[in-house]
Every structure is written in C-alpha cells, then in structure tokens.
C-alpha cells in the first residue's frame, strides 16, 4: 500500500521458470513426445499426458515487475548510504510539498531546494509505486500484485497492463495531492496502481465465464470474457459486496489513523481511493475485449 514516510526534514507533528527424452544406451529416444510404446515395445499410437503446470504461474510482466520493485529496495538497503537513500527519496517518492508556492517550499526546507526540480513535479506521479517503506510494505504489495496483477495482465497483455498500472498510480497520487496539498510528507507505495488492479479486476472476474466461475475455473479463456458495463457490474451483488469491503477498510484505516503495526508509517488511504477509482472508469479504455452486447 502506499504509505507515508517521516523526514528528517520535518519539524513537529505531521499527518503524514524439458523435454523429458527416454534415455537408453544408444541415447535419447527419437520417438515423438507422447508416443506409447505399450508393454511389449510395439507402437500403438499416441497417449495424452496431463499438463504439467508450473509452480509460480505468473505472467512474465508482473514476475518482472515483482523483480524490479524488490531490486529497487535491496539496492536501497543495502547498496546505497542513508544519506543518498535519503536524496534518493527525495527525488523519486511523491511529496505533495514539492507542489505549494517557492515561498512555503523555502520555509519548509530552510532555504534548502528538493532534487529533481521540475522534472520530479512530473515523474515522481509514477515513480514513488517503486518505493516502499519496508520489508513488510514491499512484501504485502508483491502479494497483492501476484494475485490481483496476473488477473489483470492475462487479460490486457503487457503493454495495457503496464499502461494502466502508470495510469491507476497517477490517479491515486493525484487525490493525495488534492487532500494533502503542500504537506512535507512523501508518499511510496505501489498500493495505487494494486488498487486499480483489484478494481478493473472486479469488472469481469464475477461475471458468468470470467475467472471466478466454477464452471470456468482459471482457464485462460476465462480472462477473455466480454466485460459487462461499468453500470452493470454495479449492480452485481458481487461486485457490489467486493466493493463494499474494500472501500470500508480503507476507511477504518484512513479515518482511524492507524498504522500497520508498530512505528510503521501511516497509510496512504486517500491514493488507494484515487488508484481504485480510477481502475474501475478506465477498464474499458485499456479493455482488449470487445464488451458484451
């Protein structure tokens, strides 16, 4: 989720992945794969052996993807000095402080200025999903985005899927700015982007032959079900149940102000709101499949 960071900075309270060949003594067998010899040697024709499905089945995208948030935070951790993670936060995590007047900026850093100038106002909208707070923060993202990610990019392939993760992070980063304008607490967290992954999810996973049904399973032709409206899908009891809980948690979290356990930071609940919604009115612009008539 995405989270927020204290500073050093700050001052007082804040809100913040074989072939398997019979082997003998004159070598590999040459009979084609799946031929059945039978007991005697003789052939008789071609057997069918069950798949044999892979442990991790993630698409490579979000394999890809886990891999480079992990990265990012080993280099973090244990590459970089506390004093350049620090720059480094600086010039990647979304702070909404960045945004206010060069005089609220100048008094808030004691004339100091933030790396990335204007550049950062504009790549910091994607770059803090890559960021994260801790071990725990980065594992709970790379667990959602396992489950809720694949879905999704099964469905939109890995260009749509990227796209819409940028697009759904943007989102989310966009209403914490609304809320929180001119705070000097950065924002981190992929959690946005997830959000919206959970969302467009939510748009055909619950409809009759999309993955959720028993008479489909996880078949892959199950993510290539025609989509019903955004209007239809809310009225889903489903869908509506989905959401219903996902919006409520959020809420005890955001309204209560409570934080993950310990003196982990509190949680960006306002960009999980922004990523989520944005997920479910996008879903049809990134959507490969026609809709349902």
């Known amino acids: 989720m995405p989270t927020i960071l204290e500073l050093p900075?700050?001052?007082?309270?804040?809100?913040?992945?074989?072939?398997?060949?019979?082997?003998?003594?004159?070598?590999?067998?040459?009979?084609?794969?799946?031929?059945?010899?039978?007991?005697?040697g003789g052939g008789s024709g071609f057997r069918h052996e069950p798949a044999r499905e892979p442990l991790f089945n993630l698409p490579g995208v979000v394999v890809g993807l886990i891999a480079v948030l992990v990265g990012v935070h080993l280099v973090r951790v244990f590459v970089l000095s506390q004093q350049t993670d620090f720059e480094f936060l600086l010039t990647f995590s979304f702070l909404p402080l960045r945004y206010a007047s060069p005089e609220v900026l100048s008094h808030a850093l004691g004339g100091a200025s933030l790396?990335?100038?204007?550049?950062?106002?504009?790549?910091?909208?994607?770059?803090?999903?890559?960021?994260?707070?801790?071990?725990?923060?980065?594992?709970?993202?790379?667990?959602?985005?396992?489950?809720?990610?694949s879905a999704l990019a099964r469905r939109f392939g890995p260009a749509r899927f990227l796209g819409f993760s940028a697009a759904t992070a943007i989102a989310g980063a966009a209403l914490h700015l609304a809320t929180h304008f001119g705070e000097v607490v950065p924002v981190v967290g992929a959690?946005?982007?997830?959000?919206?992954?959970?969302?467009?999810?939510?748009?055909?996973?619950?409809?009759?032959?999309?993955?959720?049904?028993?008479?489909?399973?996880?078949?892959?032709?199950?993510?290539?079900?025609?989509?019903?409206?955004?209007?239809?899908?809310?009225?889903?009891?489903?869908?509506?149940?989905f959401l219903g809980v996902w919006f409520a948690v959020n809420l005890v979290f955001g309204l209560g102000s409570l934080p993950m356990g310990g003196n982990a930071p509190t949680i960006a609940w306002e960009a999980h709101i922004g990523g989520f919604v944005a997920g479910l009115a996008l879903f049809s612009l990134f959507d490969p499949v026609l809709r349902r008539r």
């Open 115 to 149: 790396p990335g100038w204007e550049g950062a106002m504009v790549w910091t909208f994607v770059t803090y999903a890559f960021l994260h707070g801790s071990f725990t923060h980065l594992a709970f993202n790379c667990l959602w985005l396992a489950v809720f990610g």
């Open 191 to 241: 959690s946005a982007a997830i959000s919206g992954h959970m969302a467009a999810v939510a748009r055909f996973a619950f409809d009759n032959g999309g993955p959720l049904d028993m008479m489909r399973g996880h078949h892959l032709s199950a993510y290539r079900q025609p989509a019903i409206s955004l209007a239809a899908a809310l009225s889903n009891k489903q869908v509506l149940v």
């Open 9 to 40: 900075f700050m001052q007082g309270p804040t809100d913040p992945l074989s072939r398997s060949d019979s082997e003998s003594d004159d070598g590999p067998s040459r009979r084609p794969a799946g031929w059945d010899c039978g007991p005697t």
